[in-house]
């Protein structure tokens, strides 16, 4: 299936399917997400890695779904 994503993934409202090119590809459980006014997202949850890349349980997307690597702020488990 083209359009299936790993636990997050944007639509398409028009016709309900994920965006092509959008698969940021997490790999644990998304529990939460907030958007900011430049378009940037902040996820929340389960997962340690975003498309291969090490976060733990906190990241922050580029409007494209690209990670953003410049923020890392080592959140940890207890």
């Given at each position: 299936n083209p359009n299936a994503r790993n636990r997050i993934a944007k639509l398409d409202?028009?016709?309900g399917?994920?965006?092509?090119g959008w698969d940021p590809n997490?790999?644990?459980v998304v529990r939460s997400l907030a958007t900011?006014?430049?378009g940037r997202i902040y996820l929340g949850g389960d997962f340690t890695s975003?498309?291969?890349q090490s976060?733990?349980?906190l990241a922050r997307l580029n409007a494209n779904g690209s990670l953003d690597a410049s923020w890392q702020?080592?959140?940890?488990?207890t």
């Open positions: 409202y028009s016709t399917n994920a965006i092509a997490a790999d644990g900011a006014s430049d975003i498309n291969g976060r733990q349980r702020p080592g959140a940890t488990s």
